[in-house]
């Protein structure tokens, strides 16, 4: 199992402005996924990448790996109030059964 | 999507007693759960694996005696905090997939325990 490490820890924005957070791992993976908490409940998938892909799009998301940089991007475009969230990555390396970790997350607050 | 469902949801329970936590898949067979510890704005810690018919895998530094996991059955996986002391309160979550090699998670909505 590998964990993902995203930064910033904290990001307040206005509602419409964009929100873009980062995670970075260090070694080499199969795929990379991007998750959301709501306080106190559980996650919710968002978006998965796989290592050969450099850029996926879901709604108001989108989301880039660069492997070169062991290091991924999500941006939430025009952001609301109701994206007010934590948002975690998650890697899943090559070969063998994938054991998701996670880390501390990137703590999203959008201002009405 | 899947639905995982846990509960209970909050629980309060005195020093000394041992608390039962359950995780169901409810529209898919989960060959795989594992259960998470969080703490206040911190990051999900994985505290064991659990296999349907097999023992839990624990990760390092979790005692197995204390968190005891049973995975009976494809939709369900139990944790059970035995012996419960304040130092346990934490917010536990459970995640279950669909065979061993899928790679998306299904949260439960997590279970909030207060020991006091």
């Known amino acids: 199992s590998q964990q993902g490490e995203e930064d910033p820890q904290a990001l307040s924005i206005q509602e419409g402005e964009n929100a873009t957070m980062n995670c970075s791992y260090k070694t080499s993976i199969n795929n990379l996924q991007w998750y959301r908490q709501n306080s106190g409940r559980g996650l919710v998938h968002l978006i998965l990448i796989r290592s050969n892909e450099r850029e996926k799009h879901s709604g108001r998301l989108r989301v880039t790996l660069d492997t070169s940089k062991k290091s991924s991007s999500l941006l939430i475009t025009a952001s609301r109030a109701a994206d007010t969230a934590s948002y975690f990555c998650?890697?899943?390396?090559?070969?063998?059964?994938?054991?998701?970790?996670f880390g501390r997350g990137t703590s999203l607050i959008v201002h009405p | 999507g899947a639905v995982v469902s846990q509960h209970p949801s909050r629980v309060i329970c005195k020093s000394g007693t041992s608390v039962k936590i359950e995780c169901r898949s409810l529209?898919?067979?989960?060959?795989?759960m594992f259960w998470y510890r969080q703490f206040p704005k911190q990051s999900l810690m994985l505290m064991a694996t659990s296999n349907e018919g097999s023992k839990a895998t624990y990760e390092q530094g979790v005692e197995k005696d204390k968190f005891l996991i049973n995975h009976a059955s494809l939709t369900l996986s139990t944790l059970t905090v035995t012996s419960a002391h304040p130092e346990d309160s934490s917010f536990y979550i459970c995640s279950a997939r669909e065979g061993s090699t899928n790679e998306k998670l299904f949260f439960g909505s997590g279970t909030q325990l207060s020991v006091l």
């Open positions: 529209d898919f067979q989960a060959t795989t």
């Open positions: 998650a890697t899943g390396s090559s070969g063998g059964s994938y054991i998701p970790t």
